[in-house]
């Protein structure tokens, strides 16, 4: 099996636990743990000399020595699994020296995995851009820039949910400011890099894994079309 077809088998195996888990009692730190176990031991298995970078587990530096290593998110979106929602998703990627080569985000509630190998084609964009913001803290940069351009803004839950939906045609814009890590963001940009969207840091520059810090606080993904006038109103705000 190839690195694609894996990702997006363990993140559907993954997506089918946590579905369960759900439906039995919605506990996120209990969906949390088994579906972090069930993504290590598939990749271990299938991909036993790669190191593997997971929300859920220490970090082991010796990755950083590594061309290929895999970043996982286990459940993104805690919150939203807890209450019942269907806006979070299972984040499985392989980066290979620094670049997100390889992802696969599951969106199980919906029944659907998306993955880098086979990105849907681009619905066409709407008129005023859909932008996707946090549900809970919306951060004052994105509601200057929805304002600027202007854009209509949406709420919801975890990062992979927000980016499949612009991969979806469900938005066309995704900007974050409020802090994320390498694990929210690398499977949703491979997948959306294969869909030929934009994506990188909100100052443009690229977005670089299998850093020392798990830190990667900013995200931009959007219709190409939107890149340029998104990057000018951020810098601006920033000044």
Known sequence: MDDARLAHA???????????????????????????RL???????????????????????A????????????LDGTREFAEGRDDWAVHVALAIDGVPAVGAVA??????????DAPPALKPAVTPPRMLVSRTRPSALCAAVSQALPADTVGMGSAGAKAMAVVLGEA???????GQHQ???CAPVAVALAAGLHASRIDGSPLVYNQP??????????????ADSVLALVARHEL
Request: net charge negative; glycine share 6%; with cysteine.
């Open 107 to 116: 969106l199980p509630r919906r029944g659907i995995t998306l993955s880098s």
């Open 39 to 61: 993504i290590l031991d598939m990749l271990r298995e299938a991909r036993p000399d790669d190191p593997i970078l997971s929300e859920e587990s220490a970090d082991d530096p």
């Open 172 to 178: 066309e814009i995704y900007l974050h400011s409020g």
């Open 63 to 74: 990755r950083l020595a590594s061309r290929r290593v895999w970043i996982v998110d286990p």
């Open 10 to 36: 363990v993140a559907e195996a993954a997506g089918k636990l946590l579905l369960r888990i759900q439906d039995e009692d919605a506990d996120g730190a209990r969906g949390d743990h088994e579906a972090n």
């Open 183 to 185: 694990w929210d963001n």
């Open 213 to 226: 810090g798990s830190s990667l606080p900013d995200l931009l993904i959007c219709r190409r079309e939107f």
